[in-house]
């Protein structure tokens, strides 16, 4: 269990980098 808490942990951080750079990559156009 606390391992697949620290990759949904992971996953979500990684997921929320990738979806604010992205929404900022379509802002600078």
Do not use: D, L
């Given at each position: 269990?606390?391992?697949?808490a620290a990759f949904l942990f992971?996953?979500?951080t990684l997921?929320?980098?990738i979806w604010a750079m992205?929404?900022?990559f379509n802002?600078?156009?």
């Open positions: 269990v606390h391992e697949f992971f996953g979500h997921f929320s980098n992205q929404i900022r802002q600078s156009k």
